[in-house]
């Protein structure tokens, strides 16, 4: 998926996503069915990995979660990671990678249009979620100790 097309989605969604400077290291926030999107992100690979969390939390979240020293804020926060991980990095988007070459976490992500550290959380996020691994449309899919995938005959 493409960060315009990810514009088009949160266009769908009622929400207005603009380009700004924000303050205190921030990538990007969520607030009130708007999406700020720091300007200074140069790559288009990056701003997708930031648009779709912050779509997460118009889809998960509710109130100001900028204080993660509350609990229930980083649980939040984690949702809204979650829903991105899995919007942009399907479990068939993994075998779809393995069945075209990907063989390394640089050439998946590099397939996949994410960043490697979002693609790192995505895995981390399937491994929470599914345990070492999971069996899907005849393939096996492990998270750890590292990601790997096989076909099943």
């Known amino acids: 998926m493409t960060y315009e097309r990810l514009l088009i989605i949160a ?4 929400l207005r996503v603009k380009d700004k400077k924000l303050k205190y290291n921030l990538k990007g926030l969520y607030k009130n ?8 992100i140069e ?8 648009l779709v969390e912050e779509i997460g939390h118009h889809e998960t979240s509710f109130g100001n979660i900028i204080d993660d020293n509350n609990i229930i804020n980083r649980k939040q926060e984690l ?7 899995e919007t942009l ?14 063989t390394n976490k640089y ?3 590099e397939y996949l249009d994410v960043t490697e550290n979002f693609l790192n959380e995505a895995i981390s996020n399937y491994r929470k979620k599914y345990g070492i691994y999971c069996e899907f449309n005849n393939y096996l899919i492990y998270f750890e100790p ?4 096989l076909k099943i005959f």
């Open 89 to 102: 990095i399907s479990l068939e988007d993994l075998i779809n990678a393995y069945n075209d070459g990907a």
């Open 43 to 50: 790559t288009n690979v990056e701003r997708k990995c930031i």
């Open 146 to 149: 590292t990601l790997g995938i």
């Open 33 to 40: 069915s708007k999406i700020l999107i720091n300007k200074d």
């Open 11 to 14: 266009e769908n969604k009622g």
């Open 79 to 85: 949702l809204a990671r979650r829903w991105g991980n």
């Open 107 to 109: 050439e998946l992500a």
